[in-house]
């Protein structure tokens, strides 16, 4: 029985997914959650084997969760749902340690092979992801999208900045200083050309890593 935890800060989405996983033979939802701190929480006490993860989400967000969830067990198997579907976010999860990535405009047998694929150790990836992964190697393209400039803490710092938390807050989430938060925040505004969280969340908003609602 394949144990499955799944995330999505979106209810009807989440549940969604939720309905029919139970709907498969052979896998167990043993949790949801909306958040990517509830997600690490629920993480460490239910022990799934897969963990189905939305990327953009309110607080740390999903490249942040990934990182943490794998570090207090290097063996769960986490894959990225999301509507995100250039080749920034697929890379930087894979980076972080996870083994899939299907996009929610796929179709749920993607999600189901994707499941089946990582519980035996490979990655796996929608095929619209792959052959833009492919490409990027290929060009060597590295201009797509500005955040490209960006490390991964700079990216998970820049997200947590574009939607409107406080340097002690994401301070916290890193445990670092605030003064160290505020030594990304300077990098990230050289790498990108700008000079405010505004202009931060609005370029966020414009390459898609960011929900215009986010934005006050």
């Known amino acids: 029985m394949t144990r499955?935890?799944?995330?999505?800060?979106?209810?009807?989405?989440?549940m969604g997914i939720v309905r029919m996983?139970?709907?498969?033979?052979?896998?167990e939802v043993v949790g949801d959650a909306k958040s990517g701190e509830e997600a690490v929480t629920k993480a460490r006490t239910l022990a799934p084997e897969?963990?189905?993860?939305?990327?953009k989400m309110p607080g740390i967000g999903g490249l942040e969760a990934t990182r943490k969830?794998?570090?207090?067990?290097?063996?769960?198997?986490?894959?990225a749902v999301t509507a995100c579907d250039d080749s920034l976010y697929p890379s930087r999860l894979l980076q972080a340690g996870a083994l899939g990535?299907?996009?929610?405009g796929t179709g749920f047998t993607d999600i189901t092979t994707a499941i089946d694929t990582?519980?035996?150790?490979?990655q796996y990836m929608s095929s619209a992801i792959a052959q833009q992964l492919a490409l990027r190697n290929i060009t060597g393209s590295q201009d797509t999208s500005p955040f490209e400039k960006l490390s991964q803490r700079e990216l998970e710092t820049a997200m947590l900045i574009a939607g409107g938390h406080k340097a002690q807050d994401i301070a916290t989430t890193f445990s670092v200083s605030p003064k160290t938060v505020n030594s990304y925040r300077y990098r990230i505004f050289e790498k990108l050309g700008i000079n405010s969280d505004v202009e931060l969340a609005l370029l966020a908003v414009k390459y898609n890593y960011l929900d215009p609602e986010a934005v006050v």
């Not at 990535?101 to 929610?104: G, H, L, M």
Request: net charge positive.
């Open 21 to 27: 996983l139970n709907d498969v033979k052979g896998y």
């Open 4 to 14: 499955i935890l799944v995330v999505d800060d979106h209810d009807l989405v989440r």
């Open 50 to 55: 897969v963990v189905l993860m939305d990327v």
């Open 118 to 122: 990582v519980v035996r150790g490979r």
């Open 101 to 104: 990535y299907v996009t929610k």
């Open 69 to 79: 969830m794998l570090a207090a067990n290097p063996g769960v198997k986490i894959i």
